[in-house]
């Protein structure tokens, strides 16, 4: 093939194989001679008359494989369109479709097919004589499917070639249509026929692979054309209500379903096709899933052109239903946490001044990130912090239910902190130290007391449920249960607390023990004239971790006890509620009942809704305690039974004000919002109601009514939608009142404390269990009530009550502003087995309009899913390919944000090695980033995944997304900082950076650095177009921020990780380095000026990336160009050429550095004076530091590339021999030399600088002459050549060589010039 590649070989080729072509040749060389004609015809179309002739003669041979031969070459010169005068051919083409061998009449048909293609024939001719010819209807499908296999292979390839047929001129003037194509008679044939086709493969007997390669080339022909073509009628399909009634389908409809359902489940034939084991069979099913994915893009970009934002339904698209889980999944003001107090605050008013609230306050300090945070300080130095703490927790012990809860929460919050910095430990050591930590906080005991053990407690509560460690949680149970026995609490509320809290880590896996551990919780609850706060809270966390770990829906055993424990759980609640009012009331008893079953009674709900209670004197703080627990229980609740939430809210929102219902209003309206019990008109009215009443209770001076309300208020403002500036600020100013007010209780000032935190995100103990902040909070608001507490805290004239409530408050706030953080850096810790046994219900997510393919593809991709998390299914390699298929189908629709949950999901769920299904999903993900959103659509969720994606470390992105995804997201930077806050641009940049310097390090792959520099040009390039019509994509800030990172820590990076001593980018650099140079040619000059990076000290690791910057960097006006270049030059020039290496790495690094560095910086165009000054100024080092320095090969490669950019010839130099200025150098000099050359084994560059040195005396003879410095050379040259002759007595045997060539090449230099013989 090499030979008859060529013209010339191929005329010689003819000469001797052309007699290999006629009868009585062997059938095997003379078909295989015939196969190679249509490349000879090719390459020399000269040869076409004898070679067609040739095909002519063999199409009629005897013998079938001759005829194969021929036929399949004459389809082939058709393929390339090297056809003349068809008329004749077509006769040959026509005769051979009823050929008696299959394999003739295929090649026959793609001839035709090609013919078509190239415009020699005319589809619907060629559709009219196959029929003749092939004796068939092609609207017959049943009989075209009986056709052989090979035959019917090439007809379906022939169908995909017809075109619209334009009107004729003169009937359109007469009609007085439009210009518009249509489509013909025949071409609507070949669409239906390749439709019913595909139907009717399932029911015609043919061997498998038959089967896959008609599916193939139908879906390969059906993608040629367009969705006129198909039969699609825009107005049509637009008025179809989706709904498929056989009876009244008009045929464009029918025509749509069918290219539906061959589109979204064709991909079930390709899978079945991906099981074989022969390769031609799998590389088929490939093939077949490529065409799929370019027919669902082309239907879904139709329904996208027609239905435009009406191709997606409901309001999920905007207001998508979200659980309790999801709780502030959106952006938080930056602006509004930054007011709240940091963590070293909040440990200095505790070191001040340690007090119980002072210890409070420090344990929600412990989450705070920093230099000081629990990520870098070792677990012991943590449990010591905390044990400090504990010492004093009993200074002043809490009362109030309210606080009591915010004290609880602070001790289970210190231990989350604890076992995040126990998980990041190794796993051989992580249970001894599991292990050392409970032996620590036991020990604590004997000055703690039972406090001690609510930290254990809520240690237990923190882990995981790692097998591994339930013997440890054992233990600490049967300690707390033992306690009693051992008078190891001093009250009972404790250990109940303690036992509730164990009991909740045992309900995540529904363990069995619970049950007992209720009954000894409702066993204390028999005497009512205590608090039980323990019993209360507890019950409160059981409720909640029941709920966490899976939908409470279905038969599962499982399910089913979760179920059943959180309605007894919900009963003993409205049981000891209803004890704790005034009357028993039948209403709380009939919904007791309705709880324990699980059901709501038809008016049920009436009877709670006009409800009357009051609550029995003495019973306020046992009461609150009920009411603060049930505020954890809605969202169970609401997975049990909506209509019983509702029931159980709207009792509790009758109690009378000041009773603590202010506790429940936060979680009641939410959960109802979410379940859609409530409105926002409901909210609303609470709000104003809450209004009312708070500004009444001022007035009246009722301090518990305004505590109450007050709370109510400031929790209820961020559920609402609606502007609630009015009502925020009433809340701000009423907290500022009544802590300033001396008129005001020390109750109602505590409580207002807590408000304060409402306002500002969820309070520990009272409306979650863990404190995070507002997504909405205004930074106003933060600074206020940050501002009040601190003043009430530092206040001495205050009650100490005050004060503490005060400095609790500031605890909780630093807590909500690391939480926050901690959020941000991980949120793609994604909950494996919370999803996995829940899934990804897309169409709360997202609902596609009725009959659409996007409602297909959209079902298709949520059944898939439900597969992949079940972890045992079959077949994952089709389900993989189908998952691939399906997500780079909707690559080219904008979907709305809410959808980077279902892409979310598919990373979590597939495995690393599962490459096809990352890829298609993070190219998906970045898609979305392109700027075509729809009007109503929100895209920050795929914004918000990127940039989390963009944070997250190396090896923990890689795990999800794959190693080959990367490249995929650093390229997208452009579309990726074009929706980001200013604010954030800058970090997001650097992390993306980072990662893909880790690529090259640790998985020695280039892809994403280079990715990350086109993605930069293409920003920068953007900026500088100066388009006055177009819109300006990046802010002037962020624009900033890029130049001066790109001079900057992206420079020092390259230098590092892209230089010639790193093997992986020897032969890669030269795409890394050009795109990171157009980028510096971009920058503003007084950007540049500006950098210190590129002004720092020149040295080995960063010589090679300042000397290709060097062209840039010397276009810079001033005089400080030359010097920079001339700096570069002398570093080079002043390097000690390395002795002996013994095959040392290091030794070899430095030379190759050095040597490529002297390839960049050569070529660097320079003046002639410029150059004149550079000669002397190696020469004048070289007088200084001899020749054992790489001087000379410095010198010797600026006069090659100088010499060649001038093109000095015998002309100019007429009196100098031609073969003693064209030695080997000046044939390998390029102006990309550095690149081409960094890959080469360090002694063949060394070879390439000896030629240029060889070369070096002739030219720089001839150079010094024109540049009028011969004599300052000459002289030069022998002083340098004379030092280095009294240096060969001491010069060791392995530097000898080159020591030797250096003082030949000096000697030479000066006979050139001077004629004087040195030696």
Avoid at 279 to 299: H, P, Q, T
Avoid at 505 to 534: E, H, M, P, W, Y
Avoid at 964 to 992: H, M, R
Wanted: contains cysteine.
């Amino acid at each position: 093939e090499s030979i008859i590649s060529d013209p010339h070989g191929a005329h010689l080729v003819w000469k001797y194989v052309s007699s290999l072509t006629n009868d009585g040749v062997p059938t095997a060389v003379r078909s295989s001679v015939i196969r190679i004609l249509a490349k000879m015809c090719g390459s020399n179309k000269k040869l076409f008359r004898r070679i067609r002739d040739v095909i002519g003669r063999s199409m009629v041979s005897r013998d079938p494989f001759i005829r194969i031969a021929a036929t399949a070459t004459l389809a082939d010169l058709a393929k390339f369109d090297l056809l003349r005068d068809v008329e004749e051919i077509i006769g040959w083409v026509q005769s051979r479709l009823q050929d008696e061998e299959p394999a003739v009449a295929h090649f026959a048909l793609v001839a035709l097919k090609y013919l078509v293609v190239n415009e020699e024939l005319e589809f619907d001719l060629v559709i009219r004589v196959l029929e003749k010819r092939l004796g068939v209807d092609l609207c017959d499908t049943p009989t075209i499917m009986k056709l052989d296999s090979l035959i019917l292979e090439g007809l379906l390839m022939l169908l995909g070639t017809g075109r619209l047929e334009e009107i004729d001129g003169e009937s359109e003037s007469e009609e007085g249509t439009d210009n518009v194509p249509i489509v013909s008679p025949e071409l609507s044939k070949a669409v239906s026929l390749l439709l019913d086709c595909h139907h009717y493969l399932q029911n015609v007997d043919k061997d498998i692979y038959s089967n896959a390669v008609i599916r193939r080339r139908i879906y390969a022909s059906l993608t040629e054309y367009t969705p006129q073509i198909l039969g699609l009628d825009p107005d049509i399909v637009r008025d179809w209500d989706g709904f498929n009634n056989s009876e009244y389908t008009l045929p464009e409809i029918t025509s749509f379903l069918a290219l539906k359902s061959n589109s979204v489940h064709g991909l079930d034939s390709a899978a079945q096709f991906l099981k074989s084991h022969d390769v031609g069979m799998y590389n088929n099913a490939k093939d077949v899933a490529k065409d799929i994915l370019l027919l669902c893009r082309k239907l879904l970009l139709f329904e996208d052109e027609v239905h435009g934002s009406f191709l997606f339904r409901g309001l999920s698209i905007r207001n998508p239903k979200v659980g309790p889980s999801l709780t502030n999944e959106g952006r938080v003001s930056k602006a509004g946490i930054s007011q709240l107090p940091d963590a070293v605050d909040v440990k200095n008013m505790f070191e001040e001044d340690p007090r119980s609230a002072s210890a409070i306050a420090f344990l929600y300090a412990m989450g705070s990130t920093g230099s000081n945070s629990s990520t870098s300080q070792p677990t012991s130095e943590l449990v010591l912090q905390i044990s400090e703490c504990f010492y004093d927790l009993l200074n002043e012990p809490l009362v109030d239910p309210a606080f009591q809860a915010v004290q609880t929460c602070s001790m289970m919050y210190s231990m989350d902190v604890v076992w995040a910095s126990m998980e990041q430990a190794e796993e051989s050591t992580k249970h001894t130290l599991f292990n050392q930590v409970v032996s620590d906080v036991e020990g604590w005991a004997s000055n703690s007391g039972e406090y001690a053990y609510v930290a254990l407690a809520a240690l237990a509560l923190a882990v995981d449920d790692d097998p591994q460690l339930w013997s440890f949680i054992t233990k600490i149970q049967n300690t707390i249960l033992g306690g009693s026995d051992n008078y190891l609490f001093a009250s009972e509320d404790a250990m109940v607390l303690c036992v509730g809290m164990v009991a909740a880590k045992l309900s995540r896996t529904a363990d069995a023990r619970v049950s007992d551990l209720i009954d000894f919780i409702q066993l204390s609850l028999s005497d009512n004239s205590k608090a039980c706060f323990g019993a209360f809270f507890g019950m409160g966390l059981m409720v909640k971790n029941l709920a966490s770990r899976s939908e409470l829906s279905g038969s599962n055993p499982s399910k089913v006890w979760r179920r059943r424990t959180i309605q007894r759980l919900l009963g003993i609640f409205m049981t000891e509620f209803d004890a704790c009012l005034s009357e028993s009331n039948s209403t709380v008893r009939e919904l007791v009942d309705c709880l324990k079953m699980g059901e709501s009674s038809d008016d049920l709900l009436c009877m709670c809704e006009e409800i009357d209670l009051s609550i029995l004197v003495g019973v306020d703080q046992k009461f609150k305690s009920i009411l603060i627990g049930l505020a954890h229980t809605f969202f169970a609740l609401s997975a049990i039974n909506v209509k019983l939430m509702k029931c159980v809210a709207c009792t509790l929102i009758k109690l009378p004000w000041g009773s603590g219902k202010g506790f429940i209003m936060h979680n009641a309206y939410k959960a109802c919002l979410d379940a859609e019990m409530f409105q926002q008109e409901d909210l609303s009215n609470a709000i104003l109601d809450c209004t009312d009443v708070l500004r009444k209770a001022i007035a009246d001076g009722s301090d518990m009514i305004c505590s109450d309300a007050l709370f109510a208020l400031a929790s209820l403002c961020s559920l609402s939608t609606a502007n609630v500036q009015t009502e925020t600020s009433l809340v701000v100013e009423t907290i500022q009142k009544v802590l300033s007010d001396v008129s005001f209780g020390n109750d109602c000032k505590s409580i207002s404390a807590l408000a304060g935190c409402a306002i500002v995100g969820q309070v520990p103990g009272l409306t979650s269990f863990t404190p995070l902040a507002h997504q909405l909070v205004k930074k106003e608001v933060s600074l206020s009530v940050v501002k009040v507490l601190n003043e009430t805290a530092s206040n001495d004239s205050e009650e100490l009550k005050c004060r503490d409530s005060a400095t609790i408050g500031l605890g909780v706030l630093c807590a909500m502003k690391s939480s926050i953080r901690r959020v941000r850096k991980n949120r793609l810790v994604f909950e494996k087995t919370k999803q996995i046994d829940r899934g990804v219900d897309i169409e709360a997510i997202i609902q596609a309009r009725d009959g659409s393919v996007l409602e297909s593809i959209l079902h298709e991709i949520q059944a898939l899913l439900r597969m992949k998390s079940q972890h045992s299914h079959e077949d994952a390699a089709a389900t993989n390919n189908k998952l691939s298929v399906l997500f780079s189908s909707l690559e080219l629709i904008a979907m709305p944000g809410s959808f980077s949950r279902v892409i979310e999901m598919a990373l979590s769920t597939t495995s690393r090695n599962d490459a096809e299904v990352k890829t298609s999903s993070v190219s998906l993900l970045i898609s979305q980033l392109k700027s075509r959103r729809r009007i109503g659509f929100d895209g920050r969720g795929f914004v918000d995944l990127s940039t989390r994606l963009a944070k997250m470390p190396y090896q923990e992105l890689t795990d999800l997304i794959g190693i080959g995804s990367l490249p995929i997201i650093t390229k997208a930077i452009p579309d990726l900082l074009n929706q980001l806050p200013t604010s954030v641009c800058e970090g997001v940049l650097k992390n993306l950076w980072t990662l893909s310097q880790d690529e090259i390090i640790r998985n020695s792959s280039i892809s994403s650095t280079e990715a990350f520099l086109l993605g930069l040009k293409k920003i920068m390039l953007d900026a500088v177009k100066n388009d006055p019509g177009s819109k300006q994509t990046i802010s002037p800030a962020v624009l900033r921020a890029l130049q001066k990172a790109t001079i900057g820590y992206i420079f020092s990076d390259l230098c590092k990780n892209a230089s010639p001593s790193n093997p992986v980018c020897m032969l890669n650099s030269e795409n890394i380095w050009s795109s990171y140079i157009r980028c510096l040619e971009i920058i503003p000059v007084a950007v540049i000026s500006e950098s210190d990076v590129l002004k720092s000290e020149i040295n080995l690791g960063n010589i090679y990336g300042i000397a290709l910057c060097a062209r840039v960097l010397s276009s810079m006006s001033g005089s400080s160009a030359s010097n920079r270049t001339r700096k570069i030059e002398t570093f080079i020039a002043c390097q000690n050429y390395p002795g002996n290496s013994n095959n040392d790495i290091r030794v070899i690094d430095q030379i190759r550095a050095v040597l490529v560095a002297s390839l960049a910086i050569a070529p660097q165009p320079q003046s002639e004076t410029e150059m004149k000054e550079s000669v002397m100024n190696i020469f004048e080092i070289m007088l200084v530091q001899g020749v054992k320095t790489f001087g000379l090969e410095l010198l010797a490669i600026k006069v090659a590339f100088w010499w060649e950019s001038l093109h000095v010839n015998e002309q100019s130099s007429i009196n100098v021999p031609v073969q003693r200025v064209t030695k080997l150098s000046s044939f390998l000099i390029a102006k990309n030399i550095c690149f081409q050359f960094q890959s080469l084994p360090c002694d063949v560059l060394i070879q390439f600088y000896d030629a240029c040195i060889a070369d070096l005396p002739f030219k720089l003879a001839l150079l010094c002459g024109r540049w009028r410095i011969s004599d300052d050379v000459s002289n030069r040259a022998k002083r340098i050549c004379n030092d280095g002759i009294r240096l060969r007595a001491t010069t060791p045997k392995s530097e000898a060589r080159r020591l030797e060539n250096s003082l030949t090449c000096l000697r030479d230099i000066v006979q050139f010039i001077t004629g004087e013989m040195l030696f």
